[in-house]
């Protein structure tokens, strides 16, 4: 990076201090003008370190640019900030007199009428209207209840970010990630890159304590020491479901639903009035970053399946290369036949020279709108089942080989961008034991890794089908099926080595299928998987349990042995019933999508509350159950949940090879999102996503995990919004406090 002259304070545009005689007249000075000294003095300290004989010292620069920062925002606008701070304390502003009359200069004039507003927003009533000092006292207490049941459900299975060993300092990362690409921000430094080795991974050996596992009664695996003690806990189905009901009769409640509404009213009304007050200061703090923008801030695709990560010209180019340069390899059984791919397309009646992004057919159109079953049928090329085995499945004549050429090329395209990343989701369907060790070798052996790529486990919900084929006989065998290849990996990584090296790149699970699907309730009670024979698909709240149950007893045990834990982060909200999301609030660290919230405010303050991570794809949602305009994701972004964006499924609603900017950009222009607005949504991407902790360090901050604070010239985000969104936030939570204690 080369070094930046301070900014020109006699500058003429919009955002520079006037100089004119009347300002030079006042006797007191602006907030603006003393943020832009404060900035000034910074910046030549800065530029003094760059011309020491010791060279620049990165680390303290770093300190001090945070600080020069910090001082030069405004006070924000918050009830707990005296009004009284909009000024300079010590110096009171007299009217001017201007052409023998006693008047406002308009500077003054605004300054008023700010610390107006700010008199406003200070006597914010929080009686909640009609309701009375008993009622508020139990709408907190109901709220406050359930996030301790949330927060009960992500303690016992040790989803929290803390708990996880890779987020610890003395994690071990191989490949290591790519260095600074800059040294002491001023030289480029020479690139290093280290080629995966399997034979240069670390692969611990069995348990010493001799603990052991096996499927239990209830449908969860069991952990024991030596004397056949349990070692691992998970809350009982009961229990759950007794949650659950309590969480669902909370945000159905009539003074809950209104009272929540109001706050998320209110939440607007703070947010525009924010806008308002402090754009420019936010415009001005940006510029005065070096380096970052929208284009040099990390940012992660939270939400993409490995399948269709692609778009459709390349995956259209990748075709007619293959058919082109290998049309006799053999790539398929067909009745007992090997096919050539030359053989393929002759049964197609194609050509290379005659296949064409139309012929493909692959992208979502309106036909797909509310149609899950047609939007599947998009997977496969020419719609034909045939060319989706062959090109896009992991297991398959050729050994997943053309997909993951496919997929390093496309793993290549987010490396050379570098600032993008990407958490991508494979299969595992349950429906044999060795799809962990097909998975994985597909991985290692084709070395798919990446330091901008991690990965996801997406689990479908199509039990039924493998009930009616026979692939199982109940549902505990799909979960044996699931499960038991993590809990031997777990007791002796070399059994599994290739399985234990994918692990370490393995965020967590994903639950998958169209939730639109009726789910009628055919038990008065659940009966235990064991005895779970009926072809019918268990509902989803019962995926959402068994999930989180085994997953507690598995990381437990990971823990224990300083392996990588993993979350649950499953597709909720998207449509169907609501009731997904309340099961998700108790067991999922985060969720997709989200778009029913909307429709649920007390649940949606819920997870405001929580600040529960979103990615959402409104595109995605545009094509198959909302349209565009109608998305609410502007509205939570502005009330303040925890929203990121993603692309889901590029290959059906994506055009261009930076699909994620595509998102970004579409987004802007609809929404009318500044940059400040996007590096925040870039920020939140990284901070929901499971890179670890010492790579996020890098990203957003070097103390975010402890403190949770990030830094203004590692993310672009203003200080000023960054104070906003947690005074916001602490002040929502300290209410409810209130309202409890109120006696």
């Not at 201090?17 to 910046?43: F, L, M, Q, V």
């Not at 690409?181 to 995966?196: G, I, K, L, Q």
Request: a neutral charge; one cysteine or more; proline letters at 6%.
């Amino acid at each position: 990076m080369t070094r930046h002259s301070s900014p020109d304070t006699s500058s003429s545009g919009e955002d520079a201090i006037p100089s004119s005689s009347s300002t030079s007249s006042r006797p007191y000075r602006t907030e603006s003008s003393k943020a832009k000294e404060n900035y000034d003095a910074g910046r030549a300290f800065v530029d003094s370190m760059y011309d020491s004989k010791d060279g620049p010292r990165s680390i303290l620069m770093s300190q001090k640019l945070g600080r020069v920062h910090s001082n030069a925002v405004l006070p924000q606008m918050s009830p707990r900030t005296p009004a009284a701070n909009i000024l300079d304390p010590s110096i009171a502003p007299p009217p001017l007199s201007l052409d023998g009359n006693t008047t406002e200069d308009e500077d003054v004039l605004g300054m008023r009428l700010e610390k107006e507003i700010r008199k406003m927003m200070m006597r914010t009533e929080i009686s909640g209207g009609e309701d009375g000092d008993d009622e508020l006292r139990r709408i907190a207490s109901a709220l406050t209840r359930c996030m301790e049941l949330r927060d009960k459900y992500m303690g016992i299975s040790r989803q929290r970010e803390t708990d996880n060993p890779r987020n610890h300092r003395n994690w071990e990362m191989y490949p290591p990630p790519p260095p600074p690409a800059w040294r002491d921000y001023r030289e480029p430094a020479p690139s290093v890159e280290v080629e995966f080795d399997l034979g240069k991974c670390k692969i611990p050996t069995a348990d010493p304590n001799g603990w052991t596992f096996e499927m239990g009664a209830d449908g969860i695996y069991a952990v024991r020491d030596r004397e056949g003690t349990q070692v691992a806990s998970a809350p009982s189905i009961k229990e759950f479901y007794t949650d659950l009901e309590f969480v669902l009769d909370t945000v159905s409640d009539g003074p809950v639903k209104t009272w929540a509404f109001r706050r998320l009213r209110y939440l607007d009304a703070r947010w525009q009035l924010y806008v308002l007050l402090n754009e420019r200061e936010e415009t001005l703090q940006s510029k005065m970053v070096p380096h970052r923008d929208l284009y040099n801030v990390r940012k992660v695709d939270t939400h993409v399946h490995l399948a269709s990560a692609m778009n459709q010209k390349h995956l259209l180019r990748f075709i007619k290369y293959k058919l082109k340069t290998e049309p006799d390899r053999p790539v398929i059984v067909r009745d007992g036949k090997t096919l050539t791919l030359r053989q393929v397309f002759e049964s197609l009646n194609l050509t290379a020279y005659d296949l064409s992004i139309d012929t493909l057919d692959m992208h979502a159109h309106k036909g797909a709108y509310h149609r899950f079953d047609k939007f599947n049928l998009k997977y496969n090329p020419i719609g034909e089942s045939r060319l989706r085995e062959i090109f896009m499945k992991t297991e398959n004549f050729v050994n997943g080989e053309y997909f993951a050429q496919l997929t390093k090329e496309v793993i290549s395209d987010l490396e050379q961008s570098k600032y993008q990343m990407a958490e991508y989701r494979a299969s595992i369907y349950g429906r044999s034991r060795d799809e962990w060790d097909k998975l994985a070798a597909w991985v290692v052996d084709n070395k798919v890794f990446s330091s901008n790529v991690r990965w996801l486990v997406q689990i479908p919900r199509l039990y039924s089908v493998y009930r009616a084929s026979g692939a199982v006989q109940n549902f505990e065998q799909m979960l044996e099926n699931i499960f038991e290849p993590l809990f031997e990996v777990t007791r002796d990584p070399s059994s599994h080595p290739k399985l234990h090296v994918f692990l370490q790149r393995v965020v967590g699970f994903d639950s998958v299928d169209d939730e639109s699907k009726a789910e009628r309730r055919l038990h008065r009670k659940y009966p235990p998987p064991r005895e779970w024979t009926d072809s019918k698909n268990p509902p989803y709240t019962y995926y959402c349990y068994y999930t989180m149950a085994n997953m507690c007893t598995l990381n437990q045990w990971r823990i224990s042995r300083g392996l990588s834990t993993f979350v649950f982060r499953p597709h909720a909200g998207e449509a169907g019933d609501p009731d997904h999301l309340a099961a998700t609030f108790l067991t999922a660290q985060g969720i997709n999508h989200g778009i029913l919230l909307r429709k649920v405010p007390a649940l949606q303050y819920l997870y405001y509350l929580q600040q529960i991570g979103l990615a959402m794809s409104p595109l995605s949602n545009n094509a198959l159950f909302l349209v565009y305009e109608r998305n609410p994701f502007n509205t939570y972004f502005q009330r303040g949940l925890n929203v990121s964006l993603s692309t889901d499924d590029p290959l059906q609603f994506h055009f261009t090879k930076e699909p994620l900017m595509e998102e970004y950009s579409i987004a802007a222009q609809i929404w009318k999102y500044t940059s400040v607005d996007m590096c925040e949504l870039a920020m939140n991407s990284v901070i929901q996503s499971g890179f670890e902790s010492q790579v996020k360090r890098h990203w957003v901050g070097s103390s975010y995990l402890e403190t949770g604070q990030t830094e203004v010239h590692k993310t672009n985000v203003p200080l000023c919004r960054l104070k906003y969104r947690a005074t916001t936030l602490e002040q929502e939570h300290a209410l409810i406090l209130k309202l409890v204690n109120n006696k």
